[in-house]
């Protein structure tokens, strides 16, 4: 049985029947990319107007009563609705789509429909699997390179046949059809049971699909091919946008170049010569620099070797400066008797260390420096280095060396 979502993609809003309702769990992505458990229900309708995951498609947002759906998903011929509310068990109930989302869903779908049908009509491309993702899609194809001209002209093709305002029409077929075995499909779902529902573009394609789509490739507007990626061993992922987010992707583009030709001080036709000028001179001035640094190490550690402080414990601490800066110092000293201790970045906030000297010293003294200035690191061969958080706690590292010297003196 189909859902009314399946009917009729254009619904918006229909009354139903609530079957059940039972606890459940869905896991989400909340913050930081840190799974969430969230409890709540699955309620089962009659029929629904949202939805449920498949076919390479999203599933549907939207409310039951006002309360929100957060999640849809098929089970077996039935779709389970998460919420986070219960909903009482043959209570009528109003059903409503997120319809920005469903419509860019039909268009993403459809779009995706026409481009395998043109890919393979022309050159033989096949499409092996596809993703409606959350800004662009993907439709892998079954070949190890997609030339420019190649996409050149699949995306020529599918904007002349929406412009041609083909139709869409969809269908069931009995398994035993004979006119199933002319339609495109990667196969049905191992729980799948019933007719096989058929997506037709007129005089292009016809494919077994469980999504929703637009009833006219008018509907999808524009096609813009973004490009190809390298995909999986010997397939390639073809990027596109359809209707709307064309729109969107173009409103973005249009407000980076207003940006860039405000920072630049330049039209857009020529932000990429700016902008090579400017890595050219950024490249020259960190050479420059690099030079400068390590002209300034040699100069540092040579004033540390003449200083009167010289002893068994040596520090310098610079704002500017980096590993490289620190190792170089630690070169020119290269002593094995001193411990050195070597800081850059902010002296109240986060940056670097390092510490060396005696091997068995350093490997002794390493991790307790990286847990006082609340960092960490790692070391050998004499050396430990790291990143700080905690650079204003340098005075407790020096007094920690300071004291381990002094104990080794003692014993000594």
């Known amino acids: 049985m189909a859902f009314r979502c399946q009917q009729d993609s254009y619904a918006r809003e229909f009354t139903t029947t609530v079957v059940s309702c039972r606890p459940a769990e869905l896991q989400t992505e909340g913050s930081g990319g840190r799974k969430e458990v969230l409890s709540g229900f699955h309620v089962v309708l009659e029929d629904t107007l949202l939805f449920p995951e498949g076919g390479g498609q999203p599933d549907d947002h939207g409310t039951i009563n006002d309360i929100s759906v957060l999640r849809v998903t098929r089970r077996g011929a039935q779709a389970d609705h998460f919420t986070q509310m219960p909903l009482t068990p043959g209570s009528e109930v ?9 419509f860019d869903h039909m268009q993403q779908h459809s779009g995706q429909h026409l481009i395998t049908a043109v890919a393979d009509n022309l050159f033989g491309l096949k499409t092996t699997s596809w993703e409606l993702g959350r800004l662009r899609s993907v439709i892998e194809l079954d070949s190890p390179s997609v030339t420019a001209e190649q996409v050149a002209a699949i995306e020529q093709s599918v904007n002349e046949k929406i412009r041609e305002r083909l139709p869409v029409n969809i269908q069931e077929l009995t398994a035993d059809d004979p006119a199933v075995e002319q339609v495109r499909g990667r196969g049905l779902p191992g729980d799948h049971a019933g007719p096989i529902r058929v997506v037709t573009i007129e005089s292009v394609d016809s494919n077994m699909c469980c999504g929703t789509h637009v009833n006219n490739l008018s509907d999808l507007q524009v096609i813009k091919i973004l490009g190809t990626e390298k995909g999986k061993k010997n397939k390639t992922n073809l990027i596109f946008l359809a209707g709307n987010r ?51 190490a040699v100069h540092a550690a040579h004033s540390l070797r003449n200083s009167p402080d010289w002893g068994g414990v040596v520090t310098l601490h610079r704002k500017e400066g980096d590993s490289e800066f620190m190792n170089i110092i630690a070169n020119e000293i290269g002593s094995e008797e001193t411990l050195l201790f070597l800081t850059v970045g902010d002296e109240k906030g986060a940056g670097l260390f390092l510490l060396a000297g005696p091997a068995e010293a350093v490997e002794t003294l390493g991790p307790r420096v990286a847990e006082v200035l609340e960092g960490k690191g790692a070391g050998k061969k004499g050396r430990f280095q790291g990143k700080a958080t905690k650079m204003s706690r340098r005075t407790e590292v020096q007094a920690l060396l300071q004291d381990y010297v002094s104990t080794q003196s003692a014993e000594e």
């Open 94 to 102: 109003q059903v409503r789509v997120d319809w920005e989302r469903r």
């Open 246 to 296: 064309v729109l969107k992707w173009m409103e973005r583009s249009h407000r980076t170049e207003k940006s860039l030709t405000s920072l630049l001080k330049c039209g857009a036709e020529e932000h990429v010569e700016a902008v090579t000028k400017l890595q050219n001179s950024i490249r020259l001035l960190q050479k420059s620099n690099l030079s400068l640094l390590r002209d300034l």
